[in-house]
C-alpha cells in the first residue's frame, strides 16, 4: 500500500532553516510527482510545491519563492523541501502528495516558527 511518511518538522526562529523529508513506498517513485502542501490552522490546505518524477521541472507558490526549495532522491524513494529564511506566516502541518491513481497524504510534520 501507499505510505507517505514526513519528518524534520519543529520549532524554529524567524530567519531560520528546516529540512524536510518524505519518505515513500507502495508505488513506482520514479515516475511519480511529488507535492508539499500545507495548512495553517484555521485555513485551508494550500500547495506549496511541486517536482516532477525526474526532477527536471519544479513550481511553487508565489509565497514560498526564493525561499523553499523541493527536490527529490528517486533512489531513495524521499522528496524534500529546504525552507530558508522562514517566516512565522510559515507557521503549518506540512503534508506531502503523491497522485497514484488517486491522492495520497501522508500524516504531516508541524512546523513553528516563532521567537
Do not use: H
Not at 13 to 37: D, E, I
Not at 38 to 57: D, F, M, N, W, Y
Not at 109 to 115: E, L
Amino acid at each position: 500500500q501507499v505510505q507517505l511518511v514526513e519528518s524534520g518538522g519543529g520549532l524554529v526562529q524567524p530567519g531560520g532553516s528546516l529540512r524536510l523529508s518524505c519518505a515513500a513506498s507502495g508505488f513506482t517513485f520514479s515516475s511519480s510527482a511529488m507535492s508539499w502542501y500545507r495548512q495553517a490552522p484555521g485555513k485551508e490546505r494550500e500547495l506549496v510545491a511541486v517536482i516532477t518524477s525526474t526532477g527536471g521541472t519544479t513550481n511553487y507558490a508565489d509565497s514560498v519563492k526564493g525561499r523553499f526549495t523541493i527536490s527529490r532522491d528517486n533512489t531513495k524513494n524521499t522528496v524534500y523541501l529546504q525552507m530558508n529564511s522562514l517566516k512565522p506566516e510559515d507557521t503549518a502541518v506540512y503534508f506531502c502528495k503523491v497522485r497514484w491513481l488517486k491522492d495520497y497524504w501522508g500524516q504531516g510534520t508541524q512546523v513553528t516558527v516563532s521567537s
